[in-house]
């Protein structure tokens, strides 16, 4: 659903803002989203 995708949204940003290596776990679909920063442009 759109809320669903806002709250990834929302979480990416919440990363974005401060991080170098994450590993989250979403509640509502249970997937498992590595974020590494240092990795991306």
Known sequence: SIAAIDEH???WEKL?????SVTVTCRKCNEIFEFNPDEEE
């Open 16 to 20: 974005e803002s401060g991080a170098s």
């Open 9 to 11: 949204n929302a979480l």
